[in-house]
């Protein structure tokens, strides 16, 4: 069994400020630091961390090597990850003195997915393999029903949740990561109960991890899941 995770690849600008700017306000940033991330990367670096075998799917921009530097120095498996012209994907995030922030997100490479790159990463994928997907690519509704068809059990976080998400055909998905906000998002409940219940009654053949904040609450057993356990440390 093999775990291909396709997705982003952000450089995240972090500006700490003394006030989040306002409309046509210019401040002197106290400092800015720079950071590899994404929902993508990140979750590739923890599960390395936690012991599996990943393969990053994603595309960077001539500005990447940092990026490919960082999948390396955790054994993440970059042999479908490919450059693009143009940047990169990067946040621009301003910290206040309280700890509030606020984010600007651009594409960048993570939006110039294309069916044929799609393609030529899953054929190198058989049925039974995993495939984790978040919302900070373009394509996701085609993604999910391509490994579909290839038999891949897809994992879906379901984050940034948009549009997009109503595009996708969620009945294809094995297994659901998701926090509380999320959940919400998706069933229109806030109560956590109803939100699993929810989830439940609409897509029966999943399994569902939903994270409560500081503590974690399973729809089923755990024990009884046919997960790789990194999933399980990610959450």
Same mark, same amino acid.
């Given at each position: 069994?093999?775990l291909?995770?396709m ?6 600008y972090?500006?700490?400020v =003394?006030h989040?700017?306002k409309?046509?306000?210019?401040i002197? =940033? ?6 590899c ?8 670096? *923890?599960?390395?961390?936690a012991?599996?075998r990943?393969? $990053?799917a994603?595309?960077?921009g ?7 530097e960082?999948?390396?120095?955790n054994?993440?498996d970059?042999?479908y990850?490919?450059?693009?012209e143009g940047?990169?994907? $990067? ?7 309280n ?8 594409? #960048?490479s993570?939006q *110039?997915?294309t069916?044929e790159?799609? #393609?030529?990463?899953l054929?190198s994928f058989?049925?039974g393999d995993w ?5 900070e690519?373009?394509h996701?509704?085609?993604i999910i029903d391509q490994a579909?068809?290839? /038999?891949?059990?897809? *994992?879906?976080?379901?984050?940034p949740?948009?549009r *997009?998400?109503y595009?996708?055909d969620? =009945?294809?998905?094995s297994?659901f ?7 919400e998002?998706i069933t229109g409940k =806030?109560?956590?109960?109803?939100i699993?219940?929810?989830?439940e ?5 999943a399994?569902?991890?939903l994270?409560? /904040?500081?503590?974690? /609450? ?6 009884q899941?046919?997960?790789p356990?990194?999933?399980?440390k990610?959450?």
């Amino acid at each position: 069994m093999k775990l291909l995770n396709m997705g982003s690849l952000n450089y995240d600008y972090v500006y700490r400020v =003394s006030h989040i700017v306002k409309p046509g306000e210019t401040i002197l =940033s106290k400092g800015m630091e720079i950071f590899c991330g994404g929902k993508g990367l990140n979750q590739s670096v *923890a599960l390395a961390r936690a012991g599996e075998r990943v393969y $990053h799917a994603g595309l960077v921009g001539m500005d990447g090597d940092l990026l490919l530097e960082t999948c390396k120095e955790n054994q993440i498996d970059t042999s479908y990850i490919k450059k693009v012209e143009g940047k990169s994907g $990067h946040t621009m995030i301003q910290v206040d003195e309280n700890g509030q922030n606020c984010i600007l997100l651009y594409g #960048g490479s993570n939006q *110039a997915f294309t069916k044929e790159y799609i #393609g030529d990463v899953l054929d190198s994928f058989d049925k039974g393999d995993w495939i984790l997907l978040q919302n900070e690519v373009n394509h996701l509704g085609y993604i999910i029903d391509q490994a579909y068809e290839k /038999g891949l059990r897809i *994992a879906l976080n379901p984050s940034p949740f948009n549009r *997009a998400i109503y595009e996708c055909d969620l =009945s294809k998905v094995s297994l659901f990561l998701l926090n509380e906000i999320e959940g919400e998002q998706i069933t229109g409940k =806030s109560d956590k109960k109803e939100i699993l219940d929810t989830l439940e009654k609409r897509y029966p053949e999943a399994e569902i991890i939903l994270t409560l /904040g500081s503590v974690t /609450g399973w729809y089923t057993d755990i024990s009884q899941l046919n997960l790789p356990m990194g999933f399980i440390k990610l959450m």
